[in-house]
């Protein structure tokens, strides 16, 4: 537990309004979303500048007090969660929170870590820009926590993951040192580009407070159809075609079962079936391109009308207007949440390469139906980069707890094939503390000891984040 004084110094640095240590207002930053961690923690940090996060590492590294950073609390494998001594204080970023500034000509956006992605969004749009990273949790996630985790999304085929769209970093050092990285630099080939190191760290090797975003051009049409496929082979399949139809213009790509239409239309009100005919698997198919001249809407048709016959394809819709195509969106976005409201639910956030994508659910879809009769597998997500939520719904009728039980027995299974199938057990949602010793046991000793050297660099005392990614 740190010292009262260490608390003190930390209280002086932030003041009263960045400063919760009463066990009611620390609460939500306590537990994360699926309640699967609960932590304490001494204190609750929020401080307001780079200068702030700068002055509490300092003293945290001079006193040796463990701190976990938080974004937005939605992360889903515990990386933003204390563990359950009470002896780390948590470093919430929700108070940096500008917008710092827009450049419409170099395409970039510089924001602090706080910023909602949302936010970031709707900034880049008032410049009449894109920033297209785009996740369920867009609302409350926050940057410094996409970067951290390297966040993918529905969007990763067309623009590539969180690292793909930044050009620069400001980032807290361990001892409270300050790399000021915030360059809008397509190109600087002048040794090491350190701003990889803490994309995807984690909060392990340093605090991310800044960062430079890259923007693109506003897509002036878009077109999205919802589509009946026979198989995941097919769903594959109609992804090589669209793209070879479109001229690589596909934007969004998304496998869904009817299984997880049938969850969304039972529990999110005012959900329809886009079809008239059920099916066995479906795909959210968007496209989108620069050009306002209805092409792209005949591109779509004609893809749809060749899809038939080339892949199978058995029916389809293609949205009308702006709100039937976020209706067809939500239907995607509420596929995870509505889970938990069929009872308990085991997630896997998995990638596998596309062409294997196929043989991976009808082989961890067997598996897991021998294992545990009755248990409803809900496979979804993003085929362009071969990563898949093979989600667990427990069986009907059965008890949650016992269900939850055998966490770590279908994860061996799930995650035993896609090792057999070169692919990899966490494809966006990061290590955290829930698969930190599975990647110990699977990564070989050359990568492990590679970044507990890094982290023994970065971080020697050991304060940031202990316990997550890589044990030291």
């Known amino acids: 537990m740190p010292a009262r004084e260490t608390l003190a110094r930390m209280k002086a640095v932030v003041g009263p309004k960045g400063y919760i240590d009463a066990a009611e207002d620390m609460a939500p930053y306590l537990v994360e979303r699926r309640e699967l961690y609960h932590g304490r923690a001494a204190a609750v940090l929020r401080p307001a500048s780079t200068a702030e996060v700068s002055a509490l590492m300092k003293i945290a590294h001079e006193t040796g007090t463990p701190v976990v950073p938080q974004g937005g609390n939605t992360g889903l494998v515990g990386g933003q969660i204390p563990f359950e001594g009470g002896g780390e204080v948590i470093l919430s970023l929700s108070r940096m929170n500008r917008i710092v500034s827009v450049d419409a000509l ?23 820009r894109l920033f297209p990273l785009s996740l369920a949790s867009e609302g409350s996630c926050q940057i410094g926590g996409n970067l951290s985790t390297n966040a993918g999304g529905t969007a990763v085929l067309r623009y590539g993951n969180a690292r793909e769209l930044v050009l620069g970093l400001e980032v ?15 190109k600087d080939n002048t040794g090491y580009d350190l701003k990889h190191l803490f994309m995807g760290s984690e909060g392990t090797l340093g605090i991310i407070t800044g960062a430079v975003l890259k923007l693109f051009a506003q897509p002036r049409s878009v077109e999205t ?6 198989s995941v082979e097919a769903a594959v399949a109609l992804l ?12 969004g790509f998304e496998l869904m079962p009817r299984i997880g239409v049938e969850f969304v239309l039972r529990h999110v009100p005012g959900t329809v079936d886009p079809l008239g005919t059920a099916s066995e698997w479906y795909v959210l198919l ?57 009872g308990g639910s085991i997630k896997h956030d998995v990638s596998v390469p596309v062409s294997s994508i196929g043989d991976f659910i009808a082989r961890a879809t067997k598996a897991v139906e021998k294992a545990m009769p009755g248990i409803r597998p809900v496979p979804f997500g993003h085929v362009g980069d071969g990563n898949i939520h093979f989600n667990l719904t427990q069986p009907l009728g059965a008890d949650k707890a016992a269900f939850l039980a055998r966490w770590d027995e279908m994860n061996a299974i799930v995650h035993g094939i896609v090792r057999e199938l070169n692919g990899s057990i966490s494809a966006e949602h990061g290590v ?12 070989s000793p050359v990568e492990i000891e590679t970044m507990r050297a890094v982290k023994r660099a970065l971080d020697p005392k050991g304060i940031l984040n202990p316990g997550k990614v890589v044990e030291v």
């Open 172 to 186: 807290v050092l361990a001892n409270g040192d300050v790399w000021d990285g915030r360059k809008g630099l397509r």
């Open 286 to 342: 968007e496209l989108s391109s620069g050009d306002a001249d209805g092409k792209l809407h005949e591109t779509l048709q004609e893809l749809l009308t060749s899809a038939v016959a080339e892949v199978g394809v058995a029916d389809a819709v293609i949205a009308a207007s702006d709100a039937q195509r976020m209706q067809l969106w939500k239907m995607r976005e509420s596929m995870s949440d509505v889970q938990r409201l069929e």
């Open 432 to 443: 955290g503390r829930m698969k930190r010793d599975e990647i110990a046991a699977t990564k």
């Open 225 to 230: 159809a919802f589509v009946a496929v026979p």
């Open 240 to 251: 090589r075609l669209a793209e070879a139809a479109s001229g690589g213009l596909v934007t």
């Open 106 to 128: 170099n395409n970039t956006l510089t924001v602090e870590a706080g910023v909602t992605l949302a936010a970031a969004q709707e900034a880049a749009a008032k410049a009449r």
